[in-house]
């Protein structure tokens, strides 16, 4: 008989040989905090340029005394699913403060961005209905897609052109069309012309879905992310973001203006067999997102942030995932050798950035992603900057550095 | 229009022959991902490429069901019908 693990093989000897190099770079564990933007790995002192926490808010006083005012009032989780006795005050006070924060009529809050992202595809598709996926789509919207049972069609990245093709190719299909893009890309920092899809939006009459998990909080000038940065945020459908990156939280949302829109909680399986956000997650989170209401100046020191990382890298002439400067940073490297022993280099000299390799990532890239916070210190970007110089200037022999 | 079965492997096996690292001999009976030892991102890269040749669509749910190059033949004429 086949052992089940047989197929998995493969992956395993191709970390095993990681780890014989000396790394484990999907075992990395922090062993303490010391501001949300320093933390003890391997009893180093080490700065976290890769943690999505773009805002900062992980350690703020007032999202701490919430939660624990919330495991005092309602304990600690809530032993059920929204629709039987897993929905309390708070949950509803977040999807308030969520569609009034997205100035959208209805919010649904759920446990997981991932789970959003599922839950949002499963209640709005169904097996006579057609989703257009972006190519570079995170895999949580690829598996929502499966669930929802819908036709699935992928359309190349950022392309709006190619889109085109394949809508002119359905038209005469019965079903509903529902298409998907990402506000900001989570792997290489660009952004989705959203423009040019709107205007294919006009001419076809599909539906469209948003998924702002790395901009929602983070991008436009009251932080609704990249479709309000770009000038066209009220042509989106359907909006999801998550907690988990400018909420310090877990749990995420969709929201919409749709008449109907509470219909996904009673059509969605995702929604209704999993177990409410417990009580704590959701009181930090409300309070992040008053924060990130109140606090737009956030906004603006993640933009300086940003584009000194970027600026630097570029100074370095180090090859970058995206051509304009972005919360998300990412560094090409040659190959997966040497993403490794740069992503190492740069931990033992004390900084901590993600290591993203095929075929988790776009164009088969082999990536060294650096996310920026608003809390990184100019002086924390600055050193960023010059042990990415040091540690790529170490790795290459004569070529040029970061450069095939 | 009528495409052969024939042209059908000739043009796949054109296509392929990108991700075709270790020279194998493309057949009929070749497994796109598991004898060429490519991802599911490049298959589905691989594909889109299919779908721009014949100006078809192959919905992504149909992949788990289409596992070698013959599979995939059977996929195309399909669509053209």
């Known amino acids: 008989m086949i052992d089940l693990f047989d197929k998995h093989k ?11 190099a000396g790394v484990e770079p999907f075992g990395l564990t922090i062993e303490e905090f010391v501001t949300p933007t320093l933390g003890i790995i391997q009893g180093r002192q080490t700065i976290l340029a890769g943690t999505n926490n773009y805002m900062g808010v992980t350690f703020e006083k007032q999202c701490i005394e919430a939660g624990k005012k919330a495991l005092d009032d309602y304990g600690t989780g809530t032993t059920g699913s929204r629709v039987a006795n897993g929905t309390y005050k708070l949950h509803k006070q977040l999807e308030a403060e969520i569609a009034r924060f ?5 919010c649904i809050v759920f446990s997981t961005g991932y789970t959003a992202n599922v839950a949002m595809m499963a209640g709005l598709a169904g097996p006579r209905d057609t989703i257009y996926l972006d190519s570079d789509s995170h895999a949580s919207i690829y598996d929502g897609c499966a669930v929802s049972g819908a036709r699935l069609v992928r359309f190349r990245h950022n392309n709006a052109a190619d889109l085109a093709k394949r809508l002119e190719r359905n038209k005469d299909s019965s079903g509903g069309q529902l298409v998907v893009l990402e506000g900001m890309y989570s792997m290489l920092g660009d952004r989705a012309p959203i423009a040019d899809f709107i205007e294919l939006k006009k001419k076809y009459g599909f539906q469209l879905l948003l998924d702002e998990a790395h901009s929602f909080g983070v991008l436009g000038p009251n932080g609704r992310g990249a479709a309000e940065e770009a000038g066209c945020y009220d042509e989106a459908d359907f909006i999801v ?9 877990i749990g995420g949302f969709g929201v919409g203006n749709h008449p109907m829109f509470e219909a996904i909680r009673l059509a969605s399986r995702p929604y209704v067999f999993t177990a409410s956000p417990s009580p704590a997650s959701v009181a930090t989170t409300l309070e992040a997102v008053r924060l990130l209401a109140r606090e737009p100046e956030r906004r603006d020191r993640l933009r300086e942030n940003a584009d000194r990382l970027f600026n630097g890298f570029k100074g370095l002439g180090l090859e970058l995932g995206c051509d304009v400067s972005s919360p998300v940073i990412a560094v090409k490297c040659p190959d997966e050798e040497a993403a490794v022993g740069i992503w190492k280099g740069l931990l033992e000299s004390g900084v901590y950035v993600n290591i993203a390799l095929p075929p988790g990532t776009p164009g088969n890239e082999c990536l ?7 809390a990184h210190s100019f002086e924390e970007i600055d050193k960023i900057i010059e042990l990415f110089g040091d540690v790529f200037g170490q790795f290459q022999g004569a070529s040029q550095p970061g450069r095939e | 229009m009528s495409v052969s079965r024939e042209d059908i492997l000739a043009k796949l096996v054109g296509l392929l022959q990108r991700f075709n690292t270790n020279n194998i001999d493309l057949t009929e009976t070749t497994d796109i991902s598991t004898d060429l030892n490519i991802d599911s991102v490049a298959v589905m890269d691989f594909v889109m490429e299919v779908e721009d040749e014949y100006d078809i669509d192959i919905p992504l749910n149909v992949l788990s069901e289409t596992h070698t190059i013959s599979d995939l033949i059977g996929v195309v004429e399909g669509q053209l019908k």
Do not use: Y
Request: charged share 30%.
């Open chain 1, 10 to 20: 493969p992956m395993v000897e191709r970390r095993d040989a990681m780890i014989a």
């Open chain 1, 102 to 106: 997205m100035d959208k009529k209805h």
């Open chain 1, 241 to 249: 973001g998550t907690f988990s990156k400018s909420c310090g939280a």
């Open chain 1, 368 to 374: 060294l992603r650096c996310s920026v916070s608003c």
